[in-house]
């Protein structure tokens, strides 16, 4: 009997830190009775598909509220989160998002003065570009103060910063750009990140242009590809020949706390932050947009249309 129960606590305690590992969810165990082997502690983690099991506070909302509720609140904020860009062209449009989850982490951290690492590889920043801080000011409202970046020879330091930064107390999150699928980035360097995310209590966005996806350690895995930006809108309605703000779709493809989804966002420059794209009608503003004139109820004619003026009028001028 004693070395039955002894394999039970063993059992109980290994799934405890797979859960802890894996970062499933958490979800505080209610209701009184014993517990059975199956059961775990106060500390625990459960799965749940709904995601109701994560409190607020270990959450980061992306701030478009259908993906959110999705997401059962947004996304976890001790954890390491999977950006995929499965081509090259859509490298950049992934970054954008990148920076927008950043954007949100700058607005919710608590001291506004830690920065964002933005870590990559020189085969990154080569391919993609460098960031360009000014840019990033005035599109994203990130003061290059806010926003640190450091360039790893090989995928061997670039790791290991990353896993370094993940725990520094004076960082608001990291930024792991890598490219393709190289097989050193596998579950156990992925497990370390993960873990040194939890730990910390901050999150690592793992950043991957040009790659497919394989098994990780992250909770959360997040395709994004470019969409055609709409039409900028008017008072009228969509100004033709314009270009709109900047879209991307935005699919779940992985996730404990939620089922796939695939979601068209919009990036707004103006408030800094991720929409949901919608589609208005044609007009936009009910009824004429200039008042009638003050001696009639006659709107102005349309452009181009020939006026004859008054004989008095043409009179006074010496006609």
Not at 11 to 39: F, M, Q, S, W
Not at 98 to 119: E, F, I, N
Not at 248 to 272: C, I
């Amino acid at each position: 009997m004693a070395m039955h129960a002894a394999a039970q606590e063993t059992l109980c305690a290994l799934r405890r830190e797979i859960a802890r590992i894996e970062g499933v969810p958490p979800e505080r165990l209610t209701g009184g009775g014993a517990k059975t082997p199956d059961a775990l502690d106060d500390t625990a983690v459960l799965v749940r598909r709904d995601g109701r099991g994560l409190p607020d506070g270990d959450l980061l909302p992306v701030g478009v509220e259908p993906l959110d509720t999705l997401l059962g609140g947004g996304l976890p904020l001790a954890a390491l989160t999977e950006i995929h860009a499965q081509t090259a062209r859509a490298s950049g449009v992934a970054a954008g998002f990148a920076l927008a989850l950043g954007v949100a982490l700058l607005s919710q951290t608590p001291d506004k003065r830690l920065p964002l690492l933005w870590l990559g590889t020189a085969e990154v920043f080569s391919e993609a570009g460098f960031p360009y801080a000014a840019g990033l000011h005035r599109a994203y409202g990130i003061s290059p103060t806010q926003l640190l970046f450091a360039e790893a020879p090989k995928l061997s330091d670039a790791l290991w910063i990353g896993e370094e930064a993940a725990r520094l107390p004076d960082l608001a999150g990291v930024i792991l750009e890598l490219r393709g699928n190289p097989r050193m980035l596998d579950l156990t360097a992925t497990r370390r990140l993960h873990r040194r995310a939890r730990a910390a209590g901050r999150p690592v966005f793992l950043l991957r242009q040009s790659a497919e996806p394989t098994p990780t350690a992250a909770p959360v895995r997040l395709r994004v590809e470019p969409a055609p930006a709409t039409l900028r809108q008017t008072l009228t309605g969509p100004l033709q020949g314009s270009l709109g703000p900047p879209g991307l779709l935005l699919t779940v493809d992985k996730s404990r706390a939620a089922r796939p989804g695939t979601f068209t966002l919009e990036w707004n420059p103006h408030e800094r932050r991720l929409q949901a794209r919608t589609f208005p009608k044609q007009s936009t503003v009910p009824g004429p947009v200039v008042s009638p004139p003050a001696n009639g109820s006659d709107l102005a004619p349309p452009f181009g249309q020939v006026m004859d003026h008054p004989a008095n009028w043409r009179r006074a001028a010496g006609g």
